[in-house]
């Protein structure tokens, strides 16, 4: 069992950055893919980024790249989402999630076992 716990959210102003973290216990962390999704007030859930286990590999949505950075550190158990200016319709509920039996990087929510409880990120403008 993996337990993913989010933190970093709160309000920001349009154009500012926010880094949100990601901790995960359980299972072994440098073995799995880790994702970030997020979900608007009355939208689908969508696909933010998506690193592999070793970092080699990320993937971002056409809305994010350039300005959002995922990244990892497994000696800590944690995944990083740097986001830089950020826009207001880059406000929702920020969520963060692993593979299990899966290393590459994927965009595919089924393809991710473990959730995390999701973190509010809000941006003014």
Known sequence: QV???ESGGGLVQAGGSLRLSCAASGRTFSSNAMGWFRQAPGKEREFAATISW?????YYADS???RFTISRDNTKN??????NSLKSEDTAVYYCAATTG??????SPRS???W???TQVTVSS
């Open 102 to 107: 899966w290393s590459s990087a994927t965009a």
């Open 112 to 114: 991710y076992d473990y």
């Open 3 to 5: 337990q993913l716990v």
């Open 116 to 118: 995390g409880q999701g």
């Open 54 to 58: 070793s970092g080699a590999t990320t």
């Open 64 to 66: 994010v790249k350039g």
């Open 78 to 83: 944690t995944v990083y989402l740097q986001m």
